[in-house]
């Protein structure tokens, strides 16, 4: 820190207070969203019975942790979702790799890759379940379904962008096709990849959720089924709640892994 300007610490000074800033801004809101809802709530200008509130969500959360099934339901569906999220994100990235690699695999795939983003993966639950079994295979199935031809066409899109003239220089001197892909094409799509990574992350979730609305007899999806159907929708709420509060600390790690990874001017 020593050889860095008085400017230079001015900046980075300036950078963590706006960090700082755009976090107690995101966290006062949140604060205030909670606060106005258990507010409507207590006057009755919303039906809590419908809507549920902040105050009956904690008291389900307590309730099912003293049953000891919270930490169960939980942790099915985290593990299906990691899962889900690890294979997409590696097999659609190998196989853009491999598309990137041939030409003739690339132009060969292309409208099959369009037409399989277009198809709604939702439909295809119950052929997954007849053809794999109701279980967590059917689930990952589900969430490969849904986030692996988005991964794919992220990162190929990536490879594609990748500046031709950085390519030609290592050809020129030798390189092999594999120090194209490890020296140039690699290092220069983490961005890519990292984005592809926070996409993934939405469509992990719904990929396990809606398989478990279909299929599940553990997990947060089966949760929000069960307390539908019996038209408890504190636990329906308590589920989503714990849902996005599971979702923001997995974007978090992603967020956490780019830093590792990709080293910013300011940091």
């Not at 809590?48 to 049953?67: A, D, G, M």
């Not at 097999?91 to 853009?96: F, H, K, R, S, Y």
């Not at 478990?212 to 408890?232: D, N, P, R, W």
Request: charge should be positive.
């Amino acid at each position: 820190m020593s050889n860095i300007s008085p400017e230079h610490k001015a900046y980075l000074r300036k950078v963590r207070q706006e960090r700082i800033k755009v976090r107690l801004t995101q966290v006062l809101i949140l604060v205030l969203a909670f606060g106005l809802w258990e507010l409507c709530a207590q006057l009755k200008i919303v039906d809590p019975f419908i809507t549920s509130q902040p105050s009956r969500v904690l008291k389900t959360i307590i309730n099912l942790h003293q049953e000891g099934v919270l930490i169960h339901h939980i942790t099915v569906t985290c593990i299906e979702t990691i899962v889900g999220f690890l294979l997409g994100t590696i097999l659609g990235t190998i196989i853009a790799i491999i598309l990137w690699w041939s030409e003739f695999i690339s132009k060969v795939s292309e409208p099959y890759l369009v037409i399989l983003n277009s198809l709604p993966k939702i439909a295809l639950g119950p052929i997954f379940i007849v053809w794999i079994g109701a279980g967590p295979a059917a689930i990952i199935v589900m969430t490969l379904a849904i986030s692996l031809i988005v991964t794919i066409l992220e990162v190929l899109n990536g490879f594609i962008a990748i500046d031709q003239e950085k390519i030609k220089l290592v050809q020129t001197f030798g390189g092999t096709k594999t120090q194209v892909l490890t020296k140039v094409l690699l290092p220069a799509s983490y961005p890519t990849i990292i984005n592809a990574l926070k996409i993934n992350v939405g469509l992990s979730w719904v990929g396990v959720i809606v398989g478990e609305f279909l299929v599940s007899k553990a997990g947060l999806g089966y949760l929000i089924v069960y307390g539908g159907q019996i038209f408890k929708l504190d636990l329906v709420m308590t589920s989503v709640f714990i849902l996005g509060v599971a979702a923001a600390l997995m974007y978090q790690g992603v967020v956490l892994f780019e830093k590792l990874m990709v080293k910013h001017p300011e940091e």
